[in-house]
């Protein structure tokens, strides 16, 4: 019998590929380091709500639930249950609620969440934060986040967005006593959150699932606006654009019949500039948008909607410049929380505009109709529950950066209150 022969490992790391990496039974390896560069699975929201926690006599009423009541006292834990989650994971967030130009590249902006239970199984994570850890966190019902989820090597997925929903799940009715002993009528339901590790179906577990009532609260966070972000555009068309642009409207039907639709892109612009089948007024007009590297291709870009270029030129782009001799722009480029409405009111004319984001939507462009350097615009806002957020206003100004003045129009010098009025002499 051959004499066995142990050879230690050797200092340093190994790839996977060798033998020193490979498991021998009872053999305890160290060093070993895989080269995972593999981004982490997107997360999927299962749901995310804050809640007040139920009190000890709370019970379910089973009858049909009549018009939501919400509690006057909310308190904010949190609940968020993810699914696509790698095991080992933790989850990285920023809120558009507190910084609405939040970014995951601003170290400042990033803040981390690690769950407290995992279903193996089904790939599914819970997070839970009690009220203290929400002060932390700095959380309020109704919140809106971008959560994406980080494996051990470092691999963040994309981001989703998260709201905190206060009361959208509460479907059914509770009944406690409140502060004062009496008994009250709320709207909630029951929760159920996993803490711990949970095993493949039949596996053996160390996680327990934690029941409760859950109660419905407010949402009384007012949206900020980050105010570098709120820009005016103003778009100047000389009479030679225009006529580019009357150009492409007046043969349309041409260039549709040569493409298959009535928008083009630069290097089309291109080519259609040396069609020799296609009148000279239209390939001059062609000529001039592909000039000097697309420079005024680039202009009617942003015609129609004026937030951000897609690389395409069509109709609604340059009948705007036919039409106008300047087309003016209120851009909210992440200056919002998603799911704000707004309006823009010129407070020299009255004139208002009005628009709002999706639930899903950081960036909006605002057409606007003929202002005059001077005018003074009231920005005001709120978000899905009715928060008002407070007004921001500037002075019109199209030669100046972000088409905004140094003027705060809402800074008024106003007269002194006199008080009552003195009685006429009796």
């Avoid at 050797?10 to 160290?30: F, I, K, P, S």
Wanted: hydrophobic share 35%.
């Amino acid at each position: 019998m051959p004499d066995l022969i142990i050879q230690p490992l050797g200092a340093g790391t190994c790839t996977n590929d060798d033998d020193r990496c490979q498991m021998q039974q009872g053999q305890c390896v160290d060093g070993c380091q895989s080269s995972d560069k593999t981004p982490a699975p997107t997360p999927r929201l299962v749901r995310a709500i804050c809640f007040d926690p139920a009190k000890a006599d709370a019970k379910l009423i089973p009858n049909p639930p009549p018009a939501p009541v919400v509690s006057p006292r909310p308190r904010d834990p949190v609940l968020i249950v993810l699914d696509n989650i790698e095991v080992g994971a933790h989850f990285e967030f920023i809120s558009l609620t507190d910084k609405p130009d939040a970014d995951f590249g601003t170290k400042g902006d990033v803040r981390r969440l690690d769950m407290v239970g995992y279903d193996v199984g089904n790939r599914r994570a819970t997070i839970v934060l009690d009220p203290k850890q929400m002060a932390d966190k700095g959380f309020q019902p109704g919140e809106r986040l971008v959560l994406r989820q980080v494996d051990r090597k470092g691999n963040a997925s994309d981001g989703i967005y998260v709201y905190l929903d206060p009361s959208g799940w509460a479907n059914q009715r509770v009944m406690q006593s409140n502060d004062q002993g009496q008994q009250v009528v709320l709207s909630g339901a029951p929760l159920d959150i996993l803490v711990g590790v949970t095993g493949p179906n039949g596996a053996p577990s160390s996680a327990a699932t934690q029941q409760l009532l859950g109660i419905a609260v407010q949402d009384k966070d007012a949206p900020q606006v980050a105010k570098s972000n709120v820009k005016v555009l103003t778009m100047k068309w000389s009479a030679e654009d225009r006529a580019v642009a009357d150009a492409l409207c007046a043969n349309v039907a041409i260039f549709k019949s040569k493409l298959g639709r009535d928008s083009f892109n630069l290097e089309e612009a291109k080519k259609l500039a040396e069609d020799q089948t296609i009148p000279e007024p239209l390939r001059n007009a062609f000529a001039k948008l592909a000039a000097s590297d697309g420079a005024l291709f680039k202009r009617f870009d942003y015609a129609a909607y004026g937030d951000r270029r897609d690389g395409i030129v069509g109709l609604p782009d340059y009948t705007e410049v036919k039409t106008n001799d300047k087309s003016l722009f209120l851009n909210l480029l992440r200056a919002f929380e998603p799911g704000v409405t707004f309006m823009l009111q010129n407070s020299r004319t009255g004139e208002t505009f009005s628009g709002s984001l999706g639930a899903g939507t950081r960036d909006v462009a605002l057409k606007l109709s003929y202002l005059e350097d001077g005018d003074p615009l009231i920005l005001t806002y709120h978000d899905a529950a009715g928060n008002w957020g407070a007004p921001y206003a500037f002075e019109y100004a199209a030669g100046c950066k972000d088409g905004k003045g140094k003027i705060d129009p809402l800074k008024l010098q106003l007269g002194d209150y006199p008080g009552a009025a003195k009685p006429a002499n009796p």
